[in-house]
């Protein structure tokens, strides 16, 4: 079978652990050599890069916390000193802290906002002046966007923002032939969702969509794979919901 990212170098944020390990994983399959990036757990980065590598993969980690701009500059500066150039940009880095408005402190409010759309909007900034011609950037929404649940309105807010400047972006990004679109998954089966939640919330979860079961970090992986690739190069500004008709 073809490799379709054959030749490629890929940054994705946040992948250390859960969908981001998968999608790092799954373009190292294809074929791309791969940056794992993560912010405090380089234990869990480098068993990422160890198992890419036995599978004859390439991959490297390297530590940047996105809510701080040098850390983002650095990333892509060692990102294109281990492999010489970057491609592809998965804004995979996320955090989410679910609090009713009376809970919320400016704490909360401010470090959601700094990962969530500072780090990913700069490092949108970075990509403009280090991605090839006819890159691809992936950002990451959520489908919670499109519900009302209580305790979600800051994470939500967050996703509202990455798909926004998503779509105002994608024709800054044209010229050079480069794709950015962004992905809102629906509930998948990672610690980010399941944490905090009872069996009967996460069944709940599970009747809202068409498929009676949350997703797999496959399930996001497959699809971040179709647009990095060549196959995607007519989809730009768009926001992919990745939900298995979640509604």
């Not at 990212?5 to 981001?20: D, P, Q």
């Not at 530590?63 to 650095?74: E, R, T, Y």
């Not at 492999?83 to 880095?93: H, R, W, Y």
């Amino acid at each position: 079978m073809t490799k379709t990212l054959l030749g490629k170098v890929a940054i994705v944020t946040g992948s250390s652990r859960g969908i981001g390990r998968t999608i790092a994983e799954t373009l190292a399959t294809e074929g791309a050599s791969v940056v794992v990036n993560y912010s405090n757990s380089a234990v869990k980065a480098n068993e990422v890069v160890e198992d890419i590598q036995t599978k004859g993969g390439k991959a490297t980690a390297i530590q940047a916390d996105i809510s701080k701009l040098n850390d983002i500059k650095k990333l892509f500066e060692e990102s294109k000193a281990a492999f010489g150039k970057i491609d592809i940009l998965v804004n995979n880095a996320g955090i989410m802290i679910n609090k009713p408005l009376q809970d919320v402190t400016e704490e909360i409010f401010d470090k959601q906002f700094a990962i969530n759309v500072k780090g990913t909007y700069f490092a949108c900034k970075e990509a403009l002046h280090y991605l090839e011609n006819n890159g691809r950037i992936i950002n990451f929404s959520t489908s919670v966007a499109g519900q009302m649940f209580p305790s979600y309105s800051v994470y939500a807010g967050t996703k509202g923002a990455v798909e926004q400047f998503t779509r105002q972006l994608a024709k800054e990004f044209g010229p050079k032939g480069i794709t950015i679109n962004a992905i809102a998954p629906g509930p998948v089966n990672t610690e980010l969702f399941t944490v905090g939640k009872t069996e009967a919330q996460i069944e709940g979860m599970k009747k809202m969509n068409a498929f009676g079961r949350i997703g797999e970090t496959d399930d996001i992986a497959n699809i971040v794979k179709l647009l990095a690739s060549e196959d995607s190069q007519w989809i730009s500004g768009q926001t992919i919901r990745a939900n298995g008709g979640f509604i």
